[in-house]
């Protein structure tokens, strides 16, 4: 958390149609079952719930089966960056509630202009089995979860989504950790623009404490804010399995969780996604319950305070 923040806004955000297949709709009510709300009061935070969102399509913008879905998830992306940065001037931390990844392309979005408000950079924790980094003209699937870190680092084939003026994330600032399923496009567009990007091997032959306080330490060097972007999918299958973009080789439930031990402690972070739960592929409720438990990591809960369960 950003030092002395306190109050958390929960945004529901239940788009799927940049998934390509249905359930993530069910993700917010989801995680607001599994105690999400709950749990962040209990550790001491204001937490506002203001509900899902729920756009009308964006009519002005023509379907392209090069990017499905384009005006339901543009509608989602206009509203969420909205409510985003609205959230963060209020002087709470927004919190998206997904849904799946496309919803990135409006918090993310809203982040950046908040931040060029208050004059600080904004830097990305990208949590993810996946870049991300495709366009309509190199997804192979046309699928617009895969296109949110293109979008908001300001590729030119999105322009009509936002305003022209919106402010983008300066690649060089993206840090993405986790990563091990890249499309051979995104490979090239990623090296050339210089995304900083730790896959699994430099996971496992680094580990993630090392990463994560090489990548503390430039967001603080720069006084920056740091938005947090958890996918389901970068937690390996055993750990979460209620993702439709399964990988195997994903963190372990404790990497993931020093991760956002580390985060909090930092006091860095300003805003969070939960993105791509699908509880309709979820074993009874265990991946929610997984997302609120790091959620609870990142907003303080230690490991001596974590309680016990019963199978």
Request: glycine content about 10%; some cysteine.
């Amino acid at each position: 958390m950003q030092a002395q923040q306190k109050a958390v806004t929960l945004i529901g955000v239940p788009v799927e149609e940049g998934s390509g297949r249905g359930g993530c709709a069910m993700g917010p009510a989801a995680l607001r079952i599994a105690g999400i709300g709950h749990v962040l009061q209990e550790l001491g935070y204001r937490v506002s719930d203001a509900g899902d969102l729920r756009p009308e399509p964006a009519d002005d913008l023509a379907t392209s089966p090069r990017a499905r879905n384009l005006p339901a998830v543009a509608a989602f992306t206009r509203a969420l960056e909205k409510a985003t940065f609205d959230a963060a001037t209020a002087g709470s931390l927004p919190v998206a509630l997904g849904g799946d990844h496309s919803l990135s392309m409006g918090s993310v979005s809203g982040m950046a202009r908040y931040a060029g408000r208050v004059g600080r950079p904004l830097f990305v924790l990208w949590l993810d089995a996946h870049a991300d980094f495709n366009t309509p003209e190199t997804s192979p699937s046309g699928n617009m979860h895969g296109m949110p870190v293109a979008f908001f680092c300001g590729q030119a084939e999105f322009a009509p989504i936002l305003p022209s003026e919106r402010p983008f994330v300066d690649p060089k600032r993206v840090y993405q950790v986790g990563i091990r399923s890249v499309d051979e496009e995104e490979r090239v567009a990623i090296a050339r623009h210089e995304v900083n990007v730790f896959d699994m091997r430099a996971v496992d032959e680094e580990g993630v404490g090392a990463i994560m306080r090489r990548i503390l330490a430039e967001v603080e060097g720069s006084d920056g804010l740091l938005h947090v972007s958890l996918d389901v999918d970068f937690l390996d299958p055993d750990v979460a399995p209620g993702v439709g973009t399964t990988v195997p080789g994903g963190a372990t439930f404790r990497e993931a969780h020093l991760i956002m031990e580390m985060l909090h402690d930092s006091g860095l972070v300003s805003s969070l996604d939960l993105v791509e739960l699908n509880p309709f592929l979820d074993d009874r409720g265990k991946s929610a319950r997984v997302l609120v438990d790091l959620a609870a990591s990142l907003f303080g809960r230690r490991v001596l305070d974590r309680p016990t369960r019963s199978a």
